[in-house]
């Protein structure tokens, strides 16, 4: 099926891809590092250290909620109207309402919007995801994953470097927002000119084995027979697959966003006030071992399976979380070398699961499975922050208790794995 796509196309797709899940990483990695300047900003006098933490446990939610919301909408969008036209819209709704963030007056104000954005930073995964999916080879696939999570977190070590050269200040952060709308222009390129998947273009009219491009038909034009994703997912026989892809994805959404990410305020903290670049400086070497992470977990699961992958990457995300919060701390020499071994084998999830979910269900339904089963846990994500902020202000606004007790979930990874079916070795379904 991938054959009716000119090597060319297909290196265009993964392009668009990658460029997309790029800049989606600066949008997951911008509050990290300008929370606590945004917030002495706006708040003025009235902030306290306390109040940083919990706005920026709040800005988080919103992110993940809105991204929640955005990954099943439109992930669903994507196997209506075509992966590419819904990963062109993605790009288009992340980057112009990160845009809006530069002209703020209220933290309300950036808390809506970051809701706003979420939209476009979820509907962004599982619409690249299934678009390079399908367009490439199953033996490439191992591959065209890993380079995916690693663009992700690309993005958050592209923007860690930024913020380590030209510091995010309270006096100085309206610029970041301005720069995160860039990326509108890869939105429009995507919308005009990107080739559409042929899996689903045949899948829409029911011969999968069928060349899409006969009867000249273009590869961007999308077929008129309607689609019911979400309703064939959640009844028999998808109900069980798309209840365990969502415990699979959450976990490790759940770990990196209610208990990873504390590390860098709490570097902002610490020494921010010696060095403003510490928390950029934090960020880049936990990006860089996410990068190197999220590229070697396809790789990993293809060479010891799918399910023993997993299990031995939430046993290793467990140990190194609780030693970064608890054996270490900002400015000691083994803070920065455990923040990237952290980094790396955390996010080994971050390239397993864009291997492993879209092998979960089939051809008509695969984007919004796959948004579904990775975004239904940012729902839980943003519960689970904000119940980070309560638990940060009951211990007295120490990060790492709330850093440690929180890393425990990744533990659970253990236990969920086994249900999961093994598709070690599977071909894609029509």
């Not at 790009?91 to 002209?103: D, E, P, Q, W």
């Not at 913020?163 to 995010?168: D, E, G, P, Q, Y």
């Not at 919004?368 to 980070?388: C, K």
Request: positive net charge; charged residues 10%; proline residues 7%.
């Amino acid at each position: 099926m991938t054959a009716s796509l000119s090597p060319s196309a297909r290196i265009a797709v993964l392009l668009a891809a990658i460029a997309a899940l790029l800049f989606d990483g600066v949008e997951l990695g911008l509050m990290p590092v300008a929370s606590l300047s945004v917030s002495q900003s706006l708040l003025g006098a009235d902030y306290t250290p306390t109040l940083g933490g919990d706005w920026f446990a709040r800005f988080t939610a919103a992110l993940m909620i809105g991204a929640a919301a955005g990954g099943i909408a439109l992930g669903n969008l994507g196997d209506v109207v075509g992966r590419a036209r819904a990963l062109g819209i993605s790009v288009l709704f992340y980057s112009l309402f990160a845009g809006l963030g530069a002209l703020v007056r209220t933290q309300e104000q950036m808390l809506a919007l970051r809701f706003l954005v979420g939209l476009g930073v979820g509907g962004v995964w599982p619409n690249a995801v299934a678009l390079a999916a399908e367009c490439w080879p199953d033996k490439s696939r191992p591959v065209v994953a890993g380079l995916m999570g690693a663009a992700l977190n690309g993005g958050i070590l592209m923007l860690s470097q930024i913020a380590r050269t030209w510091h995010i200040t309270p006096d100085s952060w309206r610029w970041i927002f301005w720069l995160a709308a860039a990326p509108a222009l890869i939105g429009m390129l995507v919308l005009v000119g990107l080739p559409e998947s042929p899996r689903w273009l045949a899948s829409r009219r029911g011969c999968a084995g069928s060349d899409p491009t006969r009867a000249g038909e273009s590869l961007r034009r999308p077929p008129p027979q309607p689609a019911a994703p979400l309703r064939e997912l959640f009844r028999p026989p998808l109900l069980r697959l798309t209840l365990v892809g969502i415990l699979l994805g959450s976990i490790p959404m759940i770990g990196a966003w209610a208990a990873s990410k504390w590390m860098i305020p709490w570097a902002d903290k610490v020494g921010g006030v010696s060095s403003a670049g510490y928390k950029g400086v934090t960020q880049g070497w936990w990006a860089f071992g996410a990068v190197l992470g999220s590229f070697c977990g396809a790789q990993i699961a293809a060479w010891l399976g799918r399910r023993r992958a997993y299990a031995l990457i939430s046993f290793g995300a467990t140990v190194l979380t609780l030693t970064m919060f608890l054996g270490t701390a900002p400015l000691k020499p083994s803070f920065l070398p455990i923040v990237f071994a952290q980094g790396f084998v955390a996010t080994l999830f971050f390239g397993w699961l864009p291997l492993y979910l879209p092998e979960l269900f089939p051809t008509p339904v695969r984007a919004a499975g796959s948004g579904i089963a990775y975004n239904v846990g940012r729902f839980a994500t943003g519960v689970g922050v904000l119940a980070a902020g309560v638990l940060f202000a009951a211990f007295g606004g120490s990060y790492p208790a709330v850093g440690a007790t929180c890393g425990l979930v990744y533990a659970l990874g253990l236990i969920a794995v086994c249900w999961a079916p093994d598709t070690t070795g599977r071909r894609l379904q029509d």
